[in-house]
Structures are given as C-alpha cells and as structure tokens.
C-alpha cells in the first residue's frame, strides 16, 4: 500500500504564493492522476484540482497543480492568497489494486 | 447543479447496524460510479467504499470489508451503505461523492455529510 504525506500545516500573507506539496510512498507520481481537495471549517470538501492539473469550472485560476516525477510528488499552489483560501487541502491519488488514498491533509494558515 | 443529500447518520450502540442514503440529483445517475468517503472527528479523509454504474463492481477499504455494503437504486438515483458491526472507530461524517475515472477513481462533487457515532 502506498501513502501521501502533506506537510500538517503551513501559513503565508495575503497576496503571496504558496505550495503544499504531495509525496507518493511508492508507485509513481506519474502513473495515477492526482486530485486536490479544499475543506473549509464545518463544511465537505471541494475539488480545486483534478488529473493533477486540471481546474473545474469556478475554481480561480489562482490554483494550479502539477507533478514532479524526479521527487515523485505533487504540488497544489496557490497564488495571489486570499483570507478566504484559509482551509484544509488534500490531495488524493489511487493505484491499479483499487487503493484509492487520501493525504493526511495541510492546514492552510492565511495571515 | 449537482447536489447530493445525506441521510440515516445518528447514535448506534457498538455492534448495532445503520443504513445511509444518498440521494443524487443534477445529473445522470447511472452514468457515474460513486463513493462513500469518511472523516472522523479532527481527522483527515478516508475512503470507504465505491460502486460502478450498474452495481456489478464494488470495493471497500480493508477496514470495512465483511461489516458494510454499499449498493444503488438507478430508478430512484440514490446511494446507500449498510453498515453492521459497528465499531467506536467508525465515528465519522460520511459523504457521499460522485466519482471520475475509468474505475471510480477520484471524487468531483461531494454532498455535505451525515454525522454517524458509535458509542455506548
């Protein structure tokens, strides 16, 4: 079975970029799309990526995704940081066995 | 707009058994695999369970496999999970999910949860 680890958490001021990366235990980045979750307090989680770089409609082109095969991770940034932005992100990936895995997820502090 | 409800989370005795409903509508139900997916108080997210279009393909975390059975209704565009044997570690907020992917394998939309606790 393989894990995501995301960092627990990070902070940033607003108007600055930040990135929460992804890594992938084993198997590669590569082989399985990777999707992003946002989860605000008190609410269910939204899809702010998905197929590790792809924005559904809504979502401010002010989040991007992207894969790193050297570090077999992925990274969701987000630029132009809002107060609103403050939440939990997840990413989550899935392996040929049916193993669908979610990150342990990263609090994002917006100063 | 996409919209997915859920229903039948509360209070049940370790051991007891609980039945949750999705109910799905803004698009075409039969069309998409769906999941439930689980959070337990101040935890993270955890895959619980998906099923294919037609039923004929489900699977389950290892942690749940022999106590819940997910299963649909296309005719009336709704998701349930039978859950038996419940466990104090099956505490959690589950969300029903609309999936993606050639076997389900990531969520797009997600409802906004029913509260289940397994205490005595």
């Known amino acids: 079975n393989f894990m995501l680890t995301q960092p627990h958490s990070v902070s940033e001021s607003p108007g600055k970029t930040v990135t929460i990366s992804c890594t992938r235990s084993?198997?590669?980045?590569?082989?399985?799309?990777v999707q992003w979750y946002q989860q605000r307090p008190g609410s269910a989680p939204t899809t702010v990526i998905y197929?590790?770089?792809?924005?559904p409609s809504g979502v401010p082109d002010r989040f991007s995704g992207s894969i790193d095969s050297s570090s077999n991770s992925a990274s969701l940034t987000i630029s132009g940081l809002k107060t609103e932005d403050e939440a939990d992100y997840y990413c989550?990936?899935?392996?040929?066995?049916?193993?669908?895995?979610f990150g342990g997820g990263t609090k994002l502090t917006v100063l | 707009e996409v919209q997915l409800v859920e229903s039948g989370g509360g209070l049940v005795q370790p051991g007891g058994s609980l039945r949750l409903s999705c109910a799905a509508s803004?698009?075409?139900?039969?069309?998409?695999?769906m999941s439930w997916v689980r959070q337990a108080p101040g935890k993270g997210l955890e895959w619980v369970a998906n099923i294919k279009q037609d039923g004929s393909e489900k699977y389950y975390v290892d942690s749940v496999k022999g106590r819940f059975t997910i299963s649909r209704d296309n005719a009336k565009n709704s998701l349930y999970l039978q859950m038996n044997s419940l466990r104090a570690e099956d505490t959690a907020v589950y969300y029903c999910?609309?999936?993606?992917?050639?076997?389900?394998?990531?969520?797009?939309?997600w409802g906004q949860g029913t509260l289940v606790t397994v205490s005595s």
């Open positions: 999910a609309r999936d993606l992917g050639d076997y389900g394998d990531y969520q797009d939309y």
């Open positions: 803004g698009f075409t139900f039969s069309s998409y695999w």
């Open positions: 989550q990936s899935y392996d040929s066995s049916n193993r669908r895995v």
């Open positions: 197929e590790d770089n792809q924005r």
């Open positions: 084993s198997g590669s980045i590569a082989s399985n799309y």
